[in-house]
């Protein structure tokens, strides 16, 4: 099957739903591009990024967005849960 991609001014690309359904890719997920010979030319070839064994990895990010995070920041606030817990 050959697929044609249109690369824009922003040298983004298009990937047709059938070649993502293909691939098994959603929006925002990594594509690994592999350069090879193959007949002393070179060639491209797509696959994707194996999936991690630990889906729950990163599912807190949000709670820690525009926090402060040095040792001392994270002992201050552990220190202020455990005050609030106590009381």
């Known amino acids: 099957m050959t697929q044609t991609l249109t690369l824009t001014s922003k040298r983004q690309a298009t990937f047709p739903v ?3 359904a293909e ?3 959603k929006p925002g997920e990594k594509i690994l591009l592999d ?3 193959l007949d002393g030319e070179p060639a491209w070839f797509l696959h994707t ?3 991690m064994e630990n889906e729950w990895f990163g599912i807190l990010r949000h709670h820690a967005k525009n926090k402060p995070h040095d040792m001392d920041s994270i002992r ?3 220190g202020q849960k455990n005050r609030v817990e106590v009381a």
């Open 35 to 37: 350069r090879r010979e």
């Open 18 to 20: 059938k070649l993502c």
């Open 49 to 51: 990024k194996p999936k």
């Open 23 to 25: 691939l098994n890719v």
């Open 76 to 78: 201050k606030t552990i």
